[in-house]
Protein backbone atom coordinates (compact mmCIF):
# COMPACT_ATOMS: atom_id res chain seq x y z
CA UNK A 1 0.00 0.00 0.00
CA UNK A 2 1.09 3.94 -0.80
CA UNK A 3 1.94 5.82 2.02
CA UNK A 4 -1.41 7.97 2.63
CA UNK A 5 -1.05 11.42 0.75
CA UNK A 6 0.96 13.91 3.16
CA UNK A 7 -2.10 16.90 2.32
CA UNK A 8 -4.44 14.67 3.63
CA UNK A 9 -3.04 13.66 6.53
CA UNK A 10 -2.91 16.68 7.58
CA UNK A 11 -5.87 17.80 7.09
CA UNK A 12 -6.94 14.84 9.47
CA UNK A 13 -4.49 15.99 11.91
CA UNK A 14 -6.13 19.66 11.93
CA UNK A 15 -9.47 18.71 12.02
CA UNK A 16 -8.79 16.09 14.98
CA UNK A 17 -6.35 19.51 16.83
CA UNK A 18 -10.35 21.31 16.50
CA UNK A 19 -11.90 18.81 18.42
CA UNK A 20 -9.08 17.65 20.80
CA UNK A 21 -6.52 20.30 21.13
CA UNK A 22 -2.66 19.12 20.55
CA UNK A 23 -1.81 16.78 23.45
CA UNK A 24 0.93 17.83 25.39
CA UNK A 25 3.73 15.33 27.26
CA UNK A 26 7.20 16.16 28.05
CA UNK A 27 9.31 13.14 28.11
CA UNK A 28 9.83 12.10 31.71
CA UNK A 29 13.22 9.40 31.33
CA UNK A 30 11.49 6.59 33.86
CA UNK A 31 11.43 3.79 31.29
CA UNK A 32 10.99 1.71 33.66
CA UNK A 33 7.54 2.79 35.59
CA UNK A 34 6.57 3.72 31.99
CA UNK A 35 6.75 -0.30 30.94
CA UNK A 36 5.26 -1.84 34.09
CA UNK A 37 2.36 1.37 33.39
CA UNK A 38 1.99 -0.26 29.75
CA UNK A 39 2.22 -3.76 31.54
CA UNK A 40 -1.06 -2.99 34.06
CA UNK A 41 -2.59 -1.51 31.42
CA UNK A 42 -3.04 -4.57 29.28
CA UNK A 43 -7.01 -5.30 28.88
CA UNK A 44 -8.23 -2.42 31.43
CA UNK A 45 -8.80 1.14 31.39
CA UNK A 46 -7.01 4.04 32.40
CA UNK A 47 -8.36 4.34 35.66
CA UNK A 48 -8.32 0.71 37.13
CA UNK A 49 -4.41 0.71 35.42
CA UNK A 50 -3.72 3.72 37.67
CA UNK A 51 -5.13 2.23 40.85
CA UNK A 52 -2.86 -0.91 40.12
CA UNK A 53 -0.35 1.00 39.81
CA UNK A 54 -0.10 3.30 42.77
CA UNK A 55 -0.64 0.19 44.45
CA UNK A 56 2.12 -1.57 43.25
CA UNK A 57 4.29 1.63 44.36
CA UNK A 58 2.79 1.62 47.98
CA UNK A 59 2.93 -1.65 48.87
CA UNK A 60 6.61 -2.40 47.86
CA UNK A 61 9.41 -0.28 48.30
CA UNK A 62 11.00 -0.27 45.31
CA UNK A 63 11.48 -2.59 41.71
CA UNK A 64 13.83 -4.91 43.30
CA UNK A 65 11.44 -4.85 46.36
CA UNK A 66 8.97 -5.93 43.81
CA UNK A 67 10.92 -8.78 41.79
CA UNK A 68 11.99 -10.67 44.95
CA UNK A 69 8.57 -10.66 46.55
CA UNK A 70 6.60 -13.75 46.59
CA UNK A 71 4.37 -13.32 43.47
CA UNK A 72 0.65 -14.05 45.44
CA UNK A 73 2.09 -10.51 46.95
CA UNK A 74 2.34 -8.59 43.89
CA UNK A 75 -0.70 -10.25 42.36
CA UNK A 76 -3.04 -9.58 45.51
CA UNK A 77 -1.06 -5.47 44.74
CA UNK A 78 -2.48 -5.87 41.56
CA UNK A 79 -5.28 -7.04 41.28
CA UNK A 80 -7.64 -4.22 40.73
CA UNK A 81 -6.20 -3.89 37.36
CA UNK A 82 -7.90 -7.40 36.13
CA UNK A 83 -5.67 -10.48 34.67
CA UNK A 84 -3.55 -10.03 37.82
CA UNK A 85 -2.06 -13.64 37.72
CA UNK A 86 -0.72 -13.25 34.24
CA UNK A 87 0.31 -9.50 34.70
CA UNK A 88 2.23 -10.09 38.12
CA UNK A 89 3.84 -12.95 36.00
CA UNK A 90 4.92 -10.96 33.46
CA UNK A 91 6.42 -8.02 35.54
CA UNK A 92 8.30 -10.26 37.54
CA UNK A 93 9.60 -12.03 34.58
CA UNK A 94 10.56 -8.68 33.42
CA UNK A 95 12.01 -7.27 36.55
CA UNK A 96 14.48 -10.56 36.66
CA UNK A 97 15.20 -10.04 32.91
CA UNK A 98 16.71 -6.71 32.81
CA UNK A 99 19.18 -4.51 35.35
CA UNK A 100 16.91 -2.27 37.28
CA UNK A 101 19.38 -0.20 38.40
CA UNK A 102 20.71 1.30 34.82
CA UNK A 103 17.48 0.77 32.51
CA UNK A 104 16.40 3.55 32.09
CA UNK A 105 20.00 5.16 31.47
CA UNK A 106 20.38 2.46 29.27
CA UNK A 107 17.18 3.49 27.18
CA UNK A 108 17.93 7.02 27.09
CA UNK A 109 20.92 6.53 25.59
CA UNK A 110 20.68 4.28 22.62
CA UNK A 111 18.49 4.96 19.41
CA UNK A 112 15.46 3.90 18.66
CA UNK A 113 15.74 0.53 17.18
CA UNK A 114 18.64 -0.43 19.75
CA UNK A 115 15.97 0.71 22.38
CA UNK A 116 13.41 -1.43 20.38
CA UNK A 117 15.02 -4.36 20.30
CA UNK A 118 15.93 -4.25 23.95
CA UNK A 119 12.20 -3.97 25.10
CA UNK A 120 10.43 -6.63 22.83
CA UNK A 121 13.42 -8.78 23.85
CA UNK A 122 11.79 -8.57 27.41
CA UNK A 123 9.10 -11.16 28.63
CA UNK A 124 5.64 -10.44 27.26
CA UNK A 125 6.53 -7.39 25.44
CA UNK A 126 5.08 -6.25 22.28
CA UNK A 127 5.58 -3.61 19.92
CA UNK A 128 2.62 -1.24 21.19
CA UNK A 129 4.45 -1.56 24.75
CA UNK A 130 8.10 -0.87 23.33
CA UNK A 131 6.55 2.41 21.66
CA UNK A 132 4.20 3.48 24.59
CA UNK A 133 8.04 3.28 26.76
CA UNK A 134 9.99 4.77 23.54
CA UNK A 135 8.18 7.90 23.55
CA UNK A 136 5.94 8.42 26.75
CA UNK A 137 9.34 8.39 28.94
CA UNK A 138 12.11 9.24 26.22
CA UNK A 139 10.14 11.37 23.35
CA UNK A 140 12.02 9.02 20.52
CA UNK A 141 10.34 8.60 17.35
CA UNK A 142 8.00 5.96 17.63
CA UNK A 143 4.12 5.55 18.19
CA UNK A 144 1.73 3.12 19.86
CA UNK A 145 -0.99 1.29 17.68
CA UNK A 146 -3.82 0.10 19.90
CA UNK A 147 -6.98 -1.30 19.00
CA UNK A 148 -8.61 2.38 18.85
CA UNK A 149 -6.04 3.80 16.73
CA UNK A 150 -5.99 0.81 14.47
CA UNK A 151 -9.66 1.10 13.93
CA UNK A 152 -9.97 4.37 13.03
CA UNK A 153 -6.73 4.86 11.11
CA UNK A 154 -8.07 1.58 8.58
CA UNK A 155 -11.33 3.66 8.24
CA UNK A 156 -9.59 6.65 7.47
CA UNK A 157 -7.60 4.35 4.68
CA UNK A 158 -4.16 5.18 6.46
CA UNK A 159 -3.44 1.61 6.91
CA UNK A 160 -4.31 -1.43 5.06
CA UNK A 161 -7.19 -3.32 6.03
CA UNK A 162 -6.47 -6.17 8.05
CA UNK A 163 -2.32 -5.15 8.48
CA UNK A 164 -0.63 -7.32 10.88
CA UNK A 165 0.57 -5.34 13.91
CA UNK A 166 3.96 -5.06 12.87
CA UNK A 167 2.90 -3.68 9.51
CA UNK A 168 0.64 -1.26 11.32
CA UNK A 169 3.17 0.53 13.37
CA UNK A 170 5.69 0.94 10.63
CA UNK A 171 2.80 2.67 8.27
CA UNK A 172 1.99 4.44 11.35
CA UNK A 173 5.74 5.86 11.56
CA UNK A 174 5.74 6.17 7.56
CA UNK A 175 2.58 9.18 7.96
CA UNK A 176 3.55 10.84 10.70
CA UNK A 177 4.84 14.04 10.49
CA UNK A 178 8.08 14.09 12.83
CA UNK A 179 7.53 16.21 16.28
CA UNK A 180 3.61 15.06 16.02
CA UNK A 181 3.95 11.41 17.22
CA UNK A 182 2.35 11.92 20.61
CA UNK A 183 -0.82 13.73 18.83
CA UNK A 184 -1.57 11.27 16.19
CA UNK A 185 -1.47 8.71 18.90
CA UNK A 186 -3.29 10.59 21.77
CA UNK A 187 -6.13 12.11 19.43
CA UNK A 188 -6.91 9.07 16.86
CA UNK A 189 -7.17 7.22 20.35
CA UNK A 190 -9.54 9.80 21.22
CA UNK A 191 -11.71 9.81 18.60
CA UNK A 192 -11.67 5.91 18.46
CA UNK A 193 -13.27 6.32 22.31
CA UNK A 194 -15.38 9.11 21.92
CA UNK A 195 -17.09 9.04 18.35
CA UNK A 196 -15.15 6.03 16.09
CA UNK A 197 -16.78 3.21 18.09
CA UNK A 198 -16.33 -0.69 17.12
CA UNK A 199 -19.56 -1.04 16.45
CA UNK A 200 -21.40 1.60 15.90
CA UNK A 201 -19.32 4.77 14.53
CA UNK A 202 -21.31 8.40 14.92
CA UNK A 203 -20.10 9.35 11.38
CA UNK A 204 -22.81 11.68 11.44
CA UNK A 205 -21.27 13.89 13.80
CA UNK A 206 -18.02 13.08 13.17
CA UNK A 207 -15.27 16.27 12.58
CA UNK A 208 -13.65 13.36 10.28
CA UNK A 209 -16.42 12.46 7.59
CA UNK A 210 -15.73 13.98 4.51
CA UNK A 211 -12.15 12.92 4.71
CA UNK A 212 -13.55 9.31 5.49
CA UNK A 213 -14.28 6.43 2.44
CA UNK A 214 -16.27 3.95 5.57
CA UNK A 215 -17.68 7.18 6.84
CA UNK A 216 -19.01 7.98 3.20
CA UNK A 217 -20.00 4.57 2.27
CA UNK A 218 -21.71 3.91 6.19
CA UNK A 219 -23.92 7.01 5.01
CA UNK A 220 -24.78 5.65 1.27
CA UNK A 221 -26.02 2.22 2.71
CA UNK A 222 -28.21 4.29 5.26
S1 LIG B 1 -16.64 9.03 9.51
FE1 LIG B 1 -17.32 7.28 10.75
S2 LIG B 1 -15.90 5.62 10.27
FE2 LIG B 1 -14.94 7.54 9.56
S3 LIG B 1 -13.65 8.22 11.27
FE3 LIG B 1 -15.64 9.21 11.50
S4 LIG B 1 -16.82 7.86 12.86
FE4 LIG B 1 -15.08 6.69 12.07
Known amino acids: ?29 QGLNELILTVLSQSTNDRNRDVAYLALRRDFEDWAAVRDAPNAAVELSIRPGGISKVKSARIQDILRAIDIDTFDDDLAAMSVDAGRDLLVSLPGVGRKTAACVLLFAYGKRDIPVDTHVSRVGTRLGLFREKAPFEELHDAMLEFTPRGQEIEFHVNLLRHGRRTCHSRAPKCGECALLRLCPTGYNLRQAD
Do not use: C, K, S
Not at 1 to 28: E, K, T
Open 1 to 29: MQPPNRARVRRIRDRLRLVYGRPFAPPHE
